[in-house]
């Protein structure tokens, strides 16, 4: 039986009818698997490095890898969306997500576990760009606060349990079970898929551009790349694989706009930034990335190295903060129906960069409940901010932009994860330095902790720095009116009347 949003079926166009829980479960069954196996490994890394006998620059790498992937590959996008159908894309990104965990499961070597990161990474950037456009087209505008903040719960919950998985799978198993786990949901998700996702999107297959797909390759690659590459240690910025990375990334993206701009179907339309509100969601969501993967790789160095806690322990600290942001998401979600992003940007903006400031002044004194309470308002200050201004941004765009709206975010996400590990890696690693040099007796064992905690403690200043930026930014941002190429989904009673 056919109903209305958002329990039933739903037609949006003449002979379009959606059953929006079999799609909605579907994809944040992969979603929220996918999540999890990326952010159980962050609390792994601090054993993979002692188990492979490999440097925090280059275990870095697996989270570096897996970022550089998805800049690549995310950008093709788009133009991906209007060849394939929604189902063609939703088995391929469940079959490479399906593969990546399977070889990271039986991975022996940092090598092996890099080529699994690589390949999950290529159905995630698949999948992501997917998700969001085909809730742009299945949920009416009224209505896409609430949607974004169920997404919001499922994915948010999987960064927060997570870490906690992962501390008992590593103290009790090995870390290889972070990925046997996965497994058997990856496949439940695409049995899912099969059965009951439907095409929503508008196959129009523009003609493939080579020039177009190198210059975003070598552009989102070489600034993912450069930047990545900055934060393997002192004195990498001046390096020349650092500044011929990011340079030939600046160029390729300048000649890809260009080139973008002068093409009848461009690869990725960057004429959906003449939308002013959709540019600031972007910057807000950029922002966001930049604290919160730096954050999460911060914290748990932090944790183990300089407060000598367990996998596990640290996985459970994590916990409280992580379940507080699934939580409000939809909480967010119907209040940025009801009210508009200004009224939680802002506030949100100002909580994260309040939040980090305090962080700025950790030691390895600090207590458990100090980290916890800090860690949990991050998160809430976090989710006032990310989906209100994404959704805000992409309800600005009439439909025809939403494939590009979508690659876009979803890229400069992972162009700003990539920056924001570099720039706070570095800076920490720069901090810990000047410790050392200064430190009375640098052979202590004791001074390490102290140096590593005196190096995160500058990174937490980079982080509020950021986000003070993204408050001021935040004053701009006001509720965008329906675009009139934009036409709000109706009951399938409605539709059948007309």
């Known amino acids: 039986m056919e109903a209305s949003i958002p329990t039933g079926s739903v037609k949006t166009e003449p002979g379009q009818t959606f059953r929006i829980i ?3 479960v579907s994809l944040l069954i992969s979603g929220f698997i996918g999540l999890f196996s990326e952010t159980a490994l962050n609390v792994a890394l601090t054993d993979l490095m002692q188990l492979l006998d490999i440097s925090a620059a280059t275990v870095q790498w697996l989270t570096t890898g897996y970022l550089l992937t998805l800049g690549i590959l995310v950008p093709v996008s788009g133009m991906l969306l209007q060849w394939f159908t929604t189902r063609q894309l939703f088995v391929a990104s469940l079959s490479f997500s399906i593969l990546g965990t399977l070889v990271a499961a039986l991975a022996g070597s940092f090598e092996m576990l890099l080529a699994a990161r690589v390949i999950q990474a290529i159905g995630t950037g698949l999948l992501l760009p997917l998700m969001f456009n085909t809730i742009l087209v299945i949920f009416p505008v009224e209505k896409r606060g609430a949607a974004m903040g169920i997404i919001g719960l499922v994915i948010m919950f999987a960064p927060a349990i997570g870490p906690t998985f992962a501390g008992l799978l590593i103290e009790n198993l090995s870390w290889h079970w972070i990925f046997w786990l996965s497994l058997p949901f990856l496949v439940i998700a695409l049995a899912c898929g099969i059965l009951y996702m439907q095409n929503v999107s508008t196959i129009t297959k523009p003609k493939f551009d080579i020039a177009s797909i190198l210059f975003s390759s070598l552009g989102f690659g070489g600034i993912v790349f450069g930047f990545s590459s900055a934060g393997e240690g002192e ?3 001046g390096s020349t694989k650092v500044i011929v990375a990011i340079a030939i990334g600046v160029i390729a993206l300048l000649l890809f706009a260009l080139r973008q701009f002068s093409m009848k179907q461009p690869m990725i339309n960057l004429r959906a930034f003449k939308y002013p509100m959709f540019t600031v969601g972007v910057l807000m969501v950029f922002i966001c990335m930049m604290v919160i993967l730096s954050s999460m790789l ?6 183990q190295q300089g407060m000598k806690m367990t996998a596990l322990t640290t996985g459970l600290i994590l916990l409280p903060g992580g379940i507080i942001n699934g939580v409000l998401s939809p909480v967010m979600g119907h209040l940025f129906d009801k009210y508009g992003p200004r009224w939680l940007v802002i506030p949100g903006l100002v909580i994260v960069s309040v939040v980090l400031w305090f962080c700025s002044g950790i030691t390895t004194a600090s207590t458990t409940a100090l980290i916890i309470t800090l860690h949990s308002c991050l998160m809430i200050g976090i989710a006032m901010v990310f989906m209100p201004a994404q959704t805000n941004g992409l309800n600005q765009l009439p439909r025809h932009f939403y494939p590009d709206g979508t690659a876009i975010m979803n890229t400069l996400q992972q162009v700003a994860g990539a920056i924001g ?11 810990q330095v000047k410790f050392m040099k200064s430190a009375a007796n640098p052979a202590d064992p004791a001074m390490k902790s102290e140096a590593l905690t005196a190096g995160i403690q500058n990174a937490f200043i980079f982080g509020m720095t950021v986000a003070l930026i993204g408050l001021v930014l935040a004053l701009f ?8 190429d934009v036409k709000p989904a109706v009951t399938a009673k409605q539709s059948q009347s007309a």
């Not at 911060?298 to 944790?303: D, F, G, T």
């Not at 590990?421 to 901090?431: D, E, F, P």
């Not at 941002?477 to 009139?484: E, G, L, S």
């Open 298 to 303: 911060i914290l748990p160095m932090y944790l």
């Open 235 to 237: 004195g990498a910025w």
């Open 421 to 431: 590990t570099a720039l706070a890696v570095s800076i920490m690693t720069a901090g």
């Open 22 to 24: 079999p799609i909605m």
């Open 477 to 484: 941002i006001r509720r965008v009116n329906v675009h009139k």
